[in-house]
């Protein structure tokens, strides 16, 4: 243990070289502003340098390219703040209540607490990262696809939680999200499936595609049909800054989304997403106002977004440890590892100590300076939240439009993306709600190759799912989801009634 | 629509039409003439792969671009372009779109031939001119270090044993098949969506056995978490000399992914001619054997555009054969 710190403190000297500390500081600008283009995630910002990345020197690199991957982190909750629109999966979260906080208003405030959730949930991460790794990574392979199957079941029944006024809209949306993960290449046999006969679709359908047409081409076809009035906005210069009492006052929220973040963000191919669904549903199990989640609360904001920095470091533990990319964006950070040379596996501490406590060392030291950075900004970027739609929304919906585009260079993307801005204003309109769907398209695929997967190796033999005590256990919290609510609700019926007329 | 440029914007526009066209009649002339001229390489190459920025696939082609330019093997650049999407079918289309472009280069996964063969496509492999293979993954079999299964023998004590592959149609699904058949034992291949995702259900115990590139194989049989049973390739690897292959065994599997470039079809004899030597020289080279056959442990092995193309008809005859079985194609 005490070891681990000292190759740490190795580590942050290697990386406070002036080389590695432009690269942190270029990669940490370089990720923060493309987590903030709409659309744009971690992913497409660590592919857009790697080639670029990999003619640094080995050490310099791979602090560069980790830092556009947290830096991104911090950026997505920028967009999906002040837009309504998460750059990543993992942001989607942050939309419920960072937007309304947003929009009443309190722009700066959110952005606060979602840079102090990035830095805590980060250095929480982080500290993990550095003492366990090793530790961590074996017990997370314990999780196949049996585990697998039981974990996404409970994390798509959390849409119960999420609550929003209709919980059967809410299921119906979160459906709709599953169908659409299903459009493209069966993960299982590779036959094409909803693809309407067009090769386009065979890989499904970007995730960016559907936030950008689902949350921010929706909002902003509704926002000309709303009456001026509907949002008061009334620009006042302390509503700009963020506050630190407002950060103490998240401790809980940020503690506990940085924990949960950290150990499902480690099981490869769960993911951050389901990290930020899960440490979101218990907050608001938490707390003492769950009314308040969905309307603005700052709890809302702290648990997704810790999470969601924490579940980055996580997600690298397999690919240091083991050499298995956890999520996306790793799978690419391991390719630039092997463009520089380096083997990712259970060799590469061994082998390359000085490399992994330089870079452990400079995820640090990136981690601090985007504070620095994210705060000065504050301000300047909550102030955009007060612009007149008349103005923000040209830029924004150019600015997307080609985001999309540059993706796959791909006139079908952009029209897809127009296509569902026309799905989400549809749904605005009536009531459905949006995040359910995205949970549903990103969740329902692992939940399909977790069951299909297991019944491919038992042959079909259904008993094996009750014969893993791990997917047990996560049954069973699940089921108490649905049963303790609706008993606690039968037993203090009188009492709420008393409480929400004193509440009234 | 000409009529409606040129009467909305006037003379110009149908000026620079009628100069664009005689420079594209030029260019055709030029590219008809291309061996008295012998200009070619004149302009930047456009090599598209398939696959996102970091796969195998990607790091191939920035690996050949790098040390084309750095040992100045062709006078001009070659641009690295990912395509991804419609699982290869993007990239495979633009490319064979681009008939007799000589410019325009490929690598071949193994989505050029599966995607087809699911005919979605109105392309198949035989739209493309087969250049040069550069190098040669062979599949490594192995075990846990603790697994009861020492050889491939006895594979057949314990029917039902599960492996994992990238999808169903893959190089290792194909390997299970004729492991099984060889003997005459069932082994069930449970798809995943990437070859971390089999190593990680390798190592969590979840799946029972693995075949897999020699990349991602050697470093766990380093670190004794696996343990090899055999190599696909016709010979032992210079990596592993002391574990033998099926072929020694007794079993009649050999199958190996080869890394090879392709063309448009259609592309004059004097580009295929010009890039096979290229690539020679590069395969030869010391460059490429210390920046990627060593650092990706693969074995290195030269083909020419004839063998090469050979090979591709013998490698879609084992897809389709295997997705018929799967039942995926009639």
């Keep these: 243990m005490l070891e681990t710190w000292g190759l740490l403190l190795g580590g942050l000297a290697a990386a406070s070289e002036p080389a590695i500390l432009i690269a942190i500081m270029v990669g940490a600008i370089i990720g923060l502003f493309i987590g903030a283009l709409p659309g744009l995630g971690p992913t497409a910002g660590v592919a857009i340098l790697l080639p670029v990345a990999v003619s640094f020197d080995g050490t310099a690199a791979i602090a560069a390219l980790g830092a556009v991957y947290y830096g991104?982190?911090?950026?997505?909750?920028?967009?999906?703040?002040?837009?309504?629109?998460?750059?990543?999966?993992?942001?989607?979260?942050?939309?419920?209540?960072?937007?309304?906080?947003?929009?009443?208003?309190?722009?700066?405030?959110?952005?606060?607490?979602?840079?102090?959730?990035?830095?805590?949930?980060?250095?929480?991460?982080?500290?993990?990262?550095?003492?366990?790794?090793?530790?961590?990574?074996?017990?997370?392979?314990?999780?196949?696809?049996?585990?697998?199957?039981?974990?996404?079941?409970?994390s798509l029944s959390l849409v119960s939680v999420l609550g929003g006024s209709d919980p059967i809209k809410a299921f119906i949306s979160l459906f709709l999200g599953v169908w659409i993960g299903t459009i493209g290449l069966d993960p299982i046999l590779g036959l094409p499936r909803f693809d309407f006969g067009d090769v386009r679709l065979f890989d499904g359908i970007e995730f960016s595609i559907i936030a950008v047409g689902l949350f921010g081409l929706a909002e902003m076809l509704a926002t000309p049909a709303m009456s001026e009035t509907a949002v008061s906005t009334k620009l006042r210069f302390r509503d700009l800054l963020p506050r630190l009492s407002d950060t103490l006052r998240c401790w809980r929220e940020l503690v506990s989304g940085s924990l949960i973040g950290f150990f499902v963000g480690v099981l490869p191919g769960a993911g951050a997403t389901a990290?930020?669904?899960?440490?979101?549903?218990?907050?608001?199990?938490?707390?003492?106002?769950?009314?308040?989640?969905?309307?603005?609360?700052?709890?809302?904001?702290?648990?997704?977004?810790?999470?969601?920095?924490?579940?980055?470091?996580?997600?690298?533990?397999?690919?240091?440890?083991?050499?298995?990319?956890?999520?996306?964006?790793?799978?690419?950070?391991?390719?630039?590892?092997?463009?520089?040379?380096?083997?990712?596996?259970?060799?590469?501490?061994?082998?390359?100590?000085?490399?992994?406590?330089?870079?452990?060392?400079?995820?640090?030291?990136?981690?601090?300076?985007?504070?620095?950075?994210?705060?000065?900004?504050?301000?300047?970027?909550?102030?955009?939240?007060?612009?007149?739609?008349?103005?923000?929304?040209?830029?924004?919906i150019a600015i997307v439009i080609y985001g999309i585009f540059s993706i796959n260079y791909s006139m079908f993307d952009v029209a897809l993306a127009i296509g569902f801005g026309v799905v989400g204003y549809v749904m605005a309109k009536l009531g459905y709600p949006p995040v359910p769907l995205v949970l549903g398209m990103i969740l329902g695929p692992l939940l399909e190759r977790g069951i299909r997967r297991t019944l491919v190796a038992s042959q079909g033999d259904l008993s094996v799912f009750f014969k893993s005590p791990i997917a047990l256990a996560i049954i069973a919290v699940t089921l108490a989801l649905f049963i303790v609510p609706w008993l606690l609700k039968r037993r203090a019926r009188a009492k709420a009634a008393s409480v929400i007329a004193a509440g009234a | 629509m000409e009529d409606h440029i040129s009467s909305t914007v006037g003379g110009i526009t149908r000026r620079s039409v009628a100069r664009t066209a005689v420079a594209i009649l030029a260019v055709a002339a030029g590219l008809g003439l291309a061996g008295a001229q012998a200009a070619y390489p004149d302009k930047t190459f456009q090599y598209v792969v398939q696959s996102g920025v970091g796969g195998g696939s990607d790091i191939l082609a920035r690996t050949l671009a790098k040390i084309l330019h750095d040992e100045k093997l062709v006078p001009v650049n070659m641009l690295v372009e990912n395509r991804p999407g419609g699982s290869g079918a993007i990239a495979y289309n633009f490319i064979a779109g681009q008939k007799a472009n000589p410019?325009?280069?490929?690598?071949?996964?193994?989505?050029?031939?599966?995607?087809?063969?699911?005919?979605?496509?109105?392309?198949?492999?035989?739209?493309?001119?087969?250049?040069?293979?550069?190098?040669?993954?062979?599949?490594?079999?192995?075990?846990?270090?603790?697994?009861?299964?020492?050889?491939?023998?006895?594979?057949?004590?314990?029917?039902?044993?599960?492996?994992?592959?990238?999808?169903?149609?893959?190089?290792?699904?194909?390997?299970?098949?004729?492991?099984?058949?060889?003997?005459?034992?069932?082994?069930?291949?449970?798809?995943?969506?990437?070859?971390?995702?089999?190593?990680?259900?390798?190592?969590?115990?979840?799946?029972?056995?693995?075949?897999?590139?020699p990349n991602e194989i050697l470093e766990q049989v380093k670190a004794g978490v696996l343990r090899p049973l055999a190599v696909s390739s016709p010979e032992r690897m210079l990596s592993l000399p002391n574990v033998p292959t099926f072929k020694e065994q007794g079993y009649d599997i050999v199958h190996t992914q080869l890394r090879g470039i392709v063309m448009p079809k259609g592309v004059p004899p004097e580009a295929i001619a010009y890039w096979e030597g290229i690539l020679k020289k590069v395969a030869e080279g010391d460059a490429w054997k210390t920046q990627y056959i060593q650092r990706f442990n693969e074995e290195p092995i030269f083909l020419d555009s004839v063998e090469f193309g050979k090979q591709m008809d013998v490698t879609s005859a084992r897809y389709e054969k295997l997705m018929k079985e799967l039942k995926l194609i009639k």
Aim: charged letters at 10%; hydrophobic letters at 50%.
């Design chain 1, 275 to 396: 990290a930020t669904m899960i440490a979101y549903a218990f907050a608001k199990r938490q707390s003492k106002h769950p009314e308040t989640f969905g309307d603005g609360a700052m709890e809302g904001v702290a648990a997704p977004e810790a999470a969601n920095n924490a579940a980055s470091y996580g997600s690298m533990i397999p690919m240091f440890a083991l050499g298995i990319p956890g999520s996306g964006t790793t799978a690419i950070l391991m390719g630039g590892l092997l463009m520089i040379g380096l083997q990712p596996g259970p060799m590469l501490f061994a082998t390359q100590p000085d490399f992994v406590w330089a870079v452990f060392g400079s995820f640090y030291i990136g981690n601090l300076a985007l504070v620095a950075i994210t705060i000065v900004l504050t301000p300047l970027l909550a102030a955009c939240a007060f612009l007149r739609p008349g103005y923000l929304y040209p830029v924004v």
């Design chain 1, 72 to 154: 991104a982190q911090y950026g997505g909750a920028v967009t999906a703040i002040l837009l309504g629109i998460p750059g990543d999966a993992s942001a989607t979260m942050t939309v419920i209540d960072g937007y309304q906080m947003a929009k009443r208003g309190k722009a700066g405030v959110a952005l606060g607490i979602s840079v102090a959730a990035s830095f805590v949930g980060g250095l929480i991460g982080l500290a993990l990262l550095t003492a366990f790794a090793t530790t961590i990574a074996k017990a997370a392979i314990a999780f196949g696809p049996i585990e697998m199957t039981a974990l996404m079941i409970f």
């Design chain 2, 103 to 213: 410019y325009v280069l490929g690598g071949v996964g193994v989505s050029f031939f599966t995607t087809p063969l699911l005919g979605k496509m109105t392309v198949s492999y035989k739209d493309f001119t087969p250049l040069a293979a550069i190098a040669r993954s062979p599949y490594i079999l192995a075990v846990r270090a603790d697994s009861p299964i020492k050889s491939v023998e006895d594979i057949k004590k314990h029917p039902g044993l599960t492996t994992g592959t990238v999808g169903a149609v893959s190089d290792p699904a194909l390997l299970a098949t004729m492991t099984s058949q060889q003997l005459g034992t069932e082994i069930r291949v449970v798809p995943y969506d990437g070859e971390g995702e089999v190593l990680a259900a390798m190592l969590g115990g979840h799946i029972d056995l693995v075949y897999g590139n």
